[in-house]
């Protein structure tokens, strides 16, 4: 069975910064597009940062571009999320998502996706 499994998240203060994990379980997955969704609570989940399979292309979501950093290790089957200058509004639980097909910011596109990790920002 597939596994997505993320980790790093935590409570920190504004201006802070995190860096996610998301590892894979299955080899292939280094050649998947791998994405970072959020859902803060009582909001609808929302992309924050794609990669492509290569990691030769990047998107970010423009409530992050600048601040987060989307990167993968394919070697490690692992993709990670940097996150300085964390704000209040970042809070959310983070997911990361997969697909062998397509990245971009549809989140309903993505076939694989972790059990998420909670990011708490306190201002």
């Known amino acids: 069975q597939v596994q997505l499994v993320e980790s790093g998240g935590g409570l920190v203060q504004a201006g802070d910064s995190l860096r996610l994990s998301c590892a894979a379980s299955k080899r292939s997955f280094s050649s998947y597009a791998r994405a970072w969704f959020r859902q803060a609570p009582g909001k609808e989940r929302e992309f924050v940062a794609a990669?492509?399979?290569?990691?030769?292309?990047?998107d970010y979501a423009d409530s992050v571009k600048g601040r987060f950093t989307i990167s993968r290790d394919n070697a490690k089957n692992t993709v990670y999320l940097q996150m300085n200058s964390l704000k209040s509004e970042d809070t959310a639980v983070y997911y990361c998502a997969a697909d062998s097909t397509y990245w971009g910011r549809a989140g309903h596109e993505y076939d694989y996706w972790g059990q998420g990790t909670q990011v708490t920002v306190s201002s």
């Open positions: 990669i492509s399979w290569s990691g030769g292309s990047t």
